[in-house]
């Protein structure tokens, strides 16, 4: 059975930076896309940032663009989501997203097979 689990969330103060880590189990992800997205009190779950398979392609939100960054470790079954110069306005439930046997980027949360349980990110002002 597959299985995804976010760690690394967090209080922060505004301009602070956390780490998000999502492990994978159950089967080698080295083929799958993954991508990142968060969800807000009262709010629709949104895109935050995908990877391709390889790693050699990113896509983020116009929100997030030039203070997060995704990366992943095929090796370690692992996704990554750097997150810098935070802002009260990114607090929300981030959840780690995958597709297996697919290549390219995804950004939209229908398109992705498999989610985790979510992990609870709060930005202080």
């Known amino acids: 059975q597959v299985q995804l689990v976010e760690s690394g969330g967090g209080l922060v103060q505004a301009g602070g930076s956390l780490r998000l880590s999502c492990a994978i189990s159950?089967?080698?992800?080295?083929?799958?896309?993954m991508g990142w997205f968060r969800q807000a009190p009262g709010k629709e779950r949104e895109f935050v940032a995908a990877?391709?398979?390889?790693?050699?392609?990113?896509n983020y939100a116009d929100s997030v663009k030039g203070r997060f960054t995704i990366s992943r470790d095929n090796a370690k079954n692992s996704v990554y989501l750097q997150m810098n110069t935070l802002k009260p306005e990114d607090t929300a439930v981030y959840y780690c997203?995958?597709?297996?046997?697919?290549?390219?980027?995804?950004?939209?949360?229908?398109?992705?097979?498999?989610w985790g349980q979510g992990t609870q990110v709060t930005v202080s002002s």
């Open positions: 997203a995958g597709k297996p046997n697919h290549y390219r980027i995804y950004v939209r949360k229908d398109e992705y097979d498999y």
């Open positions: 159950g089967r080698t992800f080295s083929s799958a896309a």
């Open positions: 990877i391709s398979a390889s790693g050699g392609s990113t």
